[in-house]
T-cell receptor, first 116, second 115 residues
Framework: AQKITQTQPGMFVQEKEAVTLDCTYD???????LFWYKQPSSGEMIFLIY??????QNATEGRYSLNFQKARKSANLVISASQLGDSAMYFC?????????????FGKGTLLTVNP | AAGVIQSPRHLIKEKRETATLKCYPI?????VYWYQQGPGQDPQFLIS???????DKGSIPDRFSAQQFSDYHSELNMSSLELGDSALYFC??????????????FGNGTRLTVT
């Protein structure tokens, strides 16, 4: 079974607008962490934001925020005031405390295109 | 700040040849991970090392092997290369003293093309 599901293969947004990228996850582990990474066309993987399963507040990092709904098992990434440089593939990933050595499992990704 | 260094950036090999990818983790990071990302795919976990000992193994073919050396750098060795091995190979490192919010820091990857 897929542990991380990203249902939006591609998304379009106008420059300066906000966009939400969806991520749902599946785990029976009470302790886990959720991460978002950005992969531009150049290929590198850039860490954006983290949310722990016990965190009471939604994580925020600059223009990135994470809409964490634990009961729904969703961890959507919100990008505010989109910029042309935000065009990239975005991956949601999970780390489970019961897993071996804390590796990350990735979703299939969402390709975001920011239009001028 | 120092990042994860991978070499080479690009590698072209023929079928049945061997390849060695190198990774230098961020100083003081104790865990190294290798991932394979095929075209248009998500990264797939191959193998990891904690303090130079293999700690976890994913979907790594038997033709591949890896190790971490005393200076903490790691190498991924790939033999009998197949066309399907063409992919972007990432090394990542983290400081994992326990389950916490330490992200994996990725290198820029090695793009392997098998012809």
């Amino acid at each position: 079974a897929q542990k991380i599901t990203q249902t939006q293969p591609g998304m379009f947004v106008q420059e300066k607008e906000a966009v939400t990228l969806d991520c749902t996850y599946d785990t029976s582990d009470p302790s886990y962490g959720l991460f978002w990474y950005k992969q531009p066309s150049s290929g590198e993987m850039i860490f954006l934001i983290y949310q722990g399963s016990y965190d009471q507040q939604n994580a925020t990092e600059g223009r990135y925020s994470l809409n964490f709904q634990k009961a729904r098992k969703s961890a959507n990434l919100v990008i505010s005031a989109s910029q042309l440089g935000d065009s990239a593939m975005y991956f949601c990933a999970m780390r489970e405390a019961g897993g071996s050595n804390y590796k990350l499992t990735f979703g299939k990704g969402t390709l975001l295109t920011v239009n001028p | 700040a120092a990042g994860v260094i991978q070499s080479p950036r690009h590698l072209i090999k023929e079928k049945r040849e061997t390849a060695t990818l190198k990774c230098y983790p961020i100083p003081r990071h104790d865990t190294v991970y290798w991932y394979q990302q095929g075209p248009g795919q998500d990264p797939q976990f191959l193998i990891s090392f904690y303090e130079k000992m293999q700690s976890d193994k994913g979907s790594i073919p038997d033709r591949f092997s890896a190790q971490q050396f005393s200076d903490y750098h790691s190498e991924l060795n790939m033999s009998s290369l197949e066309l399907g091995d063409s992919a972007l190979y990432f090394c990542a490192s983290s400081l994992t003293g326990g389950f916490d919010n330490s992200p994996l820091h990725f290198g820029n990857g090695t793009r392997l093309t098998v012809t």
